[in-house]
């Protein structure tokens, strides 16, 4: 391996030995000092240097420099807090607060906002320069995420995390000068533009700028008109919530959070899991009824529906690749409206489905006309993990006393460990093929024959043969790395049966309603936890699926009733109306406003 180059700097007059390359901020952080930075993010993923929070002084260099640019250099002295770089930062953030709309009471960043972070540890004041302001946008058309352009820093971390994951840069600099703001081209609204509401932006916003469109609201609506409100939660959610109450990051949240959705006053509460093995019995025989009737492949997954979104936008002509499956919350929601309502003698007019889900493109998918039965809608109201995390402190619950309670059992209560890895990439295609391996052969697979499609990189492949039939398999998240599978399905030339595309990087662990990763408010985890946290959720899922007694989605005993006593087989009658779905070839991707 070669070896790193290394150079001799000195901070605040302490000598030390850092990597060559690193900027003054990383090789500051690296030798115990943390100094202020707002836009910068990750490695350089954002460089923009825009926010002068960061400056330092640094021998070499003619004045104060921006650390998160300026890299190290053999003798380079460091000064963090001499009175010029102490002032220079205050001064920085001092002008950035000039030109904000302070209304932190009613800011859902507050708690998470680094700009207040950084006001706080240089020392600087609101209203120490006054002026105008520049004028504001506030999107609120969503319904996946809004925009308010009066929190803006002009920071740039969503343009470029908009490009990096998803490849499409939807965001942008709209006017020139004092009058810049980020919005899609022509400062048009989310809603009107090919965004895929993913909400991978409001990750690393690091204001109140960019957030989630929330529907609290709508479920204390239901609450107060006494309507059956139930709960389901995704996989993806236990990975991730108890971060939000200081966990560290792989913490599983499982039974707190049930017994803190028990303690909210929620009819039911339900793991989705149960509608991601329902999902897989009738994924699993579309795609064996492709391949023996000549069907059109590769079939590609549907249960991402920022995926979706793109689909529609971007590839209209593979739609007939796409699985009609509904995604498994909102085939969940069809059962709860149907099946389970009639064995419990409930009209389904007074049920009113909540998913909790890690992602903010959920909520673009539950308004779709074609995601209902009998003109009500599957789903009523959609939280991400953050919401339901301010439900949680809203209502004065203790997260730390909570006991661990179980999700409700009855009807819709079993789950596999098939079903809970549909949170991470990979997850679904390892579930579907445990399925159909013993549909194909007659024999049920050990689980871990299919851990080939494991993993964080962007695009994976697996061949695997069943009984004699070969299948080819991807794997990808990010709609980037997704584009190089998509434009060879499109030019004819793709090897695959079956894909899982998930629009979020490393999937919905890491989706865009999951709780933040903010480093400066992390002081207890490791300094590369930008680059760990999604193992480390990963594993709370693979843990749980090792750890179950049912790992396939077909051995669900629930299941197994269900189609017995309702919907006969998969793809029955029964079960395309309600369980399944169809897509828009005809959205336009700019509309006229
Ligand atoms: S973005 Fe931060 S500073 Fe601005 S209103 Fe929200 S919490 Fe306050
Ligand atoms: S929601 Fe997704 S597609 Fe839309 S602007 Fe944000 S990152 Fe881009
Ligand atoms: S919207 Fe947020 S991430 Fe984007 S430039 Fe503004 S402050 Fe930065
Ligand atoms: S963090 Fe360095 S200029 Fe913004």
Redesign the pocket.
């Known amino acids: 391996m070669e070896e790193k180059k290394m150079v001799n700097i000195k901070i605040e007059g302490h000598p030390y030995q850092v990597e060559a390359g690193l900027t003054i901020l990383e090789a500051a952080k690296v030798c115990g000092y943390e100094i202020p930075s707002l ?1 910068a993010f990750n490695h350089g993923e ?1 460089s923009l240097a825009s926010c002068r929070v960061c400056l330092v002084e640094a021998t070499g260099a003619r004045g104060l420099v921006a650390s998160c640019v300026y890299p190290v250099s053999e003798g380079m002295e460091i000064k963090i807090s001499s009175p010029k770089a102490t002032k220079a930062r205050r001064t920085s953030v001092e002008l950035l607060l000039s030109n904000h709309n302070m209304n932190c009471q009613q800011c859902v960043k507050n708690g998470h906002c680094e700009l207040l972070h950084v006001a706080n540890i240089t020392g600087a004041r609101e209203g120490v320069y006054q002026g105008v302001k520049t004028e504001t946008t506030l999107d609120i058309l969503g319904p996946g995420i809004m ?1 308010d ?1 009066s ?9 470029e ?1 908009c490009k990096k994951a998803q490849g499409i840069g939807i ?1 942008g600099f709209e006017k020139r000068g004092f009058n810049t703001i ?1 919005a899609p081209a022509g400062n048009r609204s989310f809603a009107t533009s090919p965004c895929l509401q993913c909400g991978q ?1 409001t990750l ?4 109140g ?2 957030t989630e469109m929330s529907e609290i609201p709508q479920i204390d609506k239901a609450m107060a008109e006494g309507k059956y409100v139930i709960v389901q939660t995704a996989p993806a959610v236990r990975s991730a919530i108890a971060e939000e109450f200081g966990e560290k990051i792989g913490t599983c949240g499982t039974g707190k959070m049930v017994a803190a959705l028990h303690r909210l006053g929620f009819y039911r509460v339900y793991d989705t899991n149960f509608g991601a093995d329902l999902t897989i019995m009738e994924e699993g025989y579309e795609l064996i009824h492709r391949l023996t009737n000549k069907g059109t492949l590769p079939q590609i997954t549907s249960c991402s529906p920022g995926w979706i979104n793109y689909l529609e936008y971007y590839y209209p002509d593979l739609i007939p690749n796409v699985s009609t499956c509904k995604s498994p919350h909102e085939m969940m929601g069809a059962v709860i409206k149907t099946y389970w309502a009639e064995k419990k003698g409930i009209d389904p007019k007074d049920i009113f489905v909540v998913s909790v889900m890690p992602c903010t493109a959920k909520k673009t998918e539950e308004i779709r006309p074609q995601n209902g039965h009998d003109g009500l809608r599957d789903v009523d109201a959609v939280l991400t993990t953050r919401e339901l995390a301010r439900l949680i402190k809203r209502s004065g619950i203790n997260w730390s006393k909570l006991p661990e309670e179980e999700f409700d059992p009855d009807l819709l209560g079993d789950y596999t460990g098939a079903a809970v890895i549909f949170g991470v990439t990979g997850g679904v295609m390892e579930a579907a093929l445990r399925t159909a391996h013993k549909v194909l052969t007659g024999k049920e697979a050990n689980p871990v024959t299919f851990t080939d499609v494991r993993g964080l990189e962007g695009v994976k492949e697996a061949t695997l043969n069943l009984n004699g039939t070969e299948l080819k398999v991807a794997v990808t998240s990010g709609m980037k790395n997704a584009k190089v599978l998509l434009d060879e399905i499109r030019a004819g030339k793709s090897e695959y049966a079956f894909i899982e595309i998930m629009c979020c990087p490393g999937g919905c662990i890491n989706g865009g309603g999951q709780p933040y990763v903010k480093p400066c408010f992390l002081p207890n985890e490791d300094d590369n936890i930008l680059d760990t946290y999604r193992e480390k959720r990963a594993k709370v899922l693979y843990d749980e699926d090792e750890r179950l007694p049912i790992r396939q989605s077909h051995n669900n005993p629930q299941i197994q009733e269900l189609y017995k006593n309702y919907f006969g087989e998969p793809l029955s009658e029964r079960s395309e109306e309600l369980l399944h779905t169809s897509y828009n070839a005809d959205r336009v991707r700019f509309p006229e406003n």
């Open positions: 836009c954002c925009r352009t929190k803006c820093i002009l920071c740039g971390r969503c343009i995390r965001l980020v932006c690393v916003c690091p204001t700028a960019l």
